[in-house]
Structures are given as C-alpha cells and as structure tokens.
T-cell receptor, first 113, second 114 residues
C-alpha cells in the first residue's frame, strides 16, 4: 500500500510564480526525500529532510516536515519552465527495519511560460 | 560525478520470454535497490541487496529474481514475461553507513512486453 499521498495531483502555474506541493504519509519515518521526474525518465534527488528537522532550504527549494501531522511540503519559488516535471515524496523507514523508499503518488507540475 | 548506470535503456520482449536488466551502482556504493514504475504510477520497491546479500524484499513476483555480484553490480532476471510487466525499472544505489544514505537512481530501463 502507498505510504504517501500527494496533493495536488496536478498543478499548473505561470512562470515566476511559486509552486507548493504537499505530501502525507502514514507511519513513522527516518527521513523524507523529494525527487523530480521528467516525463518517464529517471528520478532526480532534490532534497532530504530528517525526521528531527522541521525545515530545509536548497536554492529555490524549501521543504517543511511536520511529523505530528505526518506531512511535508515542497515549495519551489520563482518557477521556471524547466521545473515542469512530476514531483514525488519518498519516505525512508530505515530505523524501523525497512530499507526501501516508499513513494507518494506524485504531483505533476506544469509551468506555463 | 559517476552516476548509476542501467542497461539496456530500452527493451522489447514477447510474452513468456525472459529479460535481464543490469545495474552498475555508483563507485563505492554497497547497496542496490530495484524499483518498478508502471505507467502513470509511483515507483514500487522490488528488492535490495547489501554486500551481495539480499537485504529487503518488496512486491517482487516469484517470476523475478535478482542478485548482486562481487563487483557490486546487480542483475534483475525476469522470466515468463507478462503484458503487465511493461514498466520502467529503476535501480538505485546508496552507501550504507553514510550519514543520510540517499538513494541515487539510474535512468531506468523501459521494458515493453508485447
């Protein structure tokens, strides 16, 4: 069963606007990671946030984690056409005996030039 | 920097045939993971190996097997292929003991079963 669900499933915004994607998960985690995937291609690792962290920044990306609500958000600021892709959150339960990453359903982001 | 290498990148097979997918992890990485991503779906974990031993298993069909070799590359063997096996197959690698153990993904092998 899926660990994570993402919201919204699809998002279209104008270039230059900010995009926010949310992810919810069900069980305790070691860390949460966000990946980007361009149209059926490889998964590119964007950012990792540990379970004891609440916020993390990397360039135009900002990730928050609320373990009490079992949710995370990814904010992309000043969006560009090249940001058009699907974005997945993935949870790692390594400390709980699972090595695998469990992915959310993904958000398909379209940036309109 | 070197990334995860997967071969072949594309593969077309007939039903009931076999297929072998190969994965070469990032140098020094000791753990390999296999994931399957169906059309429009999220990646699903199949199996992982650490130091050539199976370390975790997910929803991998009995028709599939995998192993990790002494040079740490891994192969996913798929037999009696079914139409539903058509998917993108990703390999990822990581270094156990690394502080964050990020999984780095390869470009994937797109398998089409006709």
């Amino acid at each position: 069963s899926q660990q994570g669900e993402e919201d919204p499933q699809a998002l279209s915004i104008q270039e230059g606007e900010n995009a926010t994607m949310n992810c919810s998960y069900k069980t305790s985690i070691n860390n949460l990671q966000w990946y980007r995937q361009n149209s059926g291609r490889g998964l590119v690792h964007l950012i990792l946030i540990r379970s004891n962290e609440r916020e993390k920044h990397s360039g135009r990306l900002r990730v928050t984690l609320d373990t009490s609500k079992k949710s995370s958000s990814l904010l992309i600021t000043a969006s560009r056409a090249a940001d058009t892709a699907s974005y997945f959150c993935a949870t790692d339960q390594r400390n709980f005996g699972n090595e695998k990453l469990t992915f959310g359903t993904g958000t398909r982001l379209t940036i309109i030039p | 920097a070197a990334g995860v290498i997967q071969s072949p990148r594309h593969l077309i097979k007939e039903k009931r045939e076999t297929a072998t997918l190969k994965c070469y992890p990032i140098p020094r990485h000791d753990t390999v993971y296999w994931y399957q991503q169906g059309p429009g779906q999220d990646p699903q974990f199949l199996i992982s190996f650490y130091e050539k031993m199976q370390s975790d298993k997910g929803s991998i069909p009995d028709r599939f097997s995998a192993q990790q070799f002494s040079d740490y590359h891994s192969e996913l063997n798929m037999s009696s292929l079914e139409l539903g096996d058509s998917a993108l197959y990703f390999c990822a690698s990581s270094l156990r003991g690394d502080s964050v153990e990020t999984q780095y993904f390869g470009p994937g092998t797109r398998l089409l079963v006709l």
